[in-house]
């Protein structure tokens, strides 16, 4: 069920995904479908909730044991692995993202506790960065949180409306904005090439 929900979204949209329509896809009768979820509103949440669950995965995979602007980096990684194994999934899930900006949307309050989640752990990588000297003393955790996640969910935005768009290139900018702008590049012993080491 949740392999044909994710389908019909990308497919027909929300308003395309009905449960009856899912049943149907799915090889189900619709009362199946309402009885396991309750309503279009319930099993929206439960897609939402499953995809999430990969991308912590995925996120995970690419940020363990990084802080700083290493751990944004390897962010940035993450979606775009993401982007590049299951195109699908990143587009229903962001789907029902931008369709949550509707304050009728029942699972509102699901994309909104995500978001809060996402900035949350990236403000945590740059105060993190910032204890072991490795991002700018100057930057603002939860300032940089939200420059970083509205820059990686508006490449989302452009890929989705246009397929063709550089993703690679838009996420290996990103990547270098974030170096550049937080990183603190180690210092160079005096008469000491960057890279070198003396050996006593």
Not at 152 to 178: C, N, R
């Amino acid at each position: 069920m949740r392999d044909a929900a994710v389908r019909l979204l990308v497919g027909s949209g929300v308003s395309g995904t009905t449960l009856a329509a899912i049943g149907e896809r799915a090889g189900y009768s619709r009362g199946l479908v309402t009885q396991r979820f309750g309503s279009k509103a319930g099993l929206l949440r439960y897609v939402l909730q499953s995809i999430s669950e990969r991308w912590l995965r995925v996120l995970g995979e690419h940020t363990a044991g990084k802080t700083g602007a290493d751990a944004l980096c390897g962010a940035v990684d993450a979606q775009l692995t993401l982007i590049c194994e299951a195109p699908d999934e990143v587009r229903a899930m962001f789907l029902l993202w931008f369709v949550s900006i509707d304050p009728r949307t029942e699972f509102r309050a699901n994309v909104r506790r995500v978001q809060e989640a996402q900035r949350r752990d990236v403000a945590a990588w740059v105060l993190a960065g910032q204890q072991r000297g490795t991002i700018a003393p100057a930057a603002d955790p939860e300032r940089v949180a939200e420059q970083f996640c509205a820059s990686a969910i508006g490449i989302i935005y452009q890929w989705m409306v246009d397929p063709a768009a550089p993703v690679h290139a838009m996420h290996a900018e990103l990547k270098s904005t974030v170096l550049k702008g937080y990183a603190v590049r180690p210092r160079r012993q005096r008469g000491i090439p960057d890279g070198r080491r003396i050996h006593l």
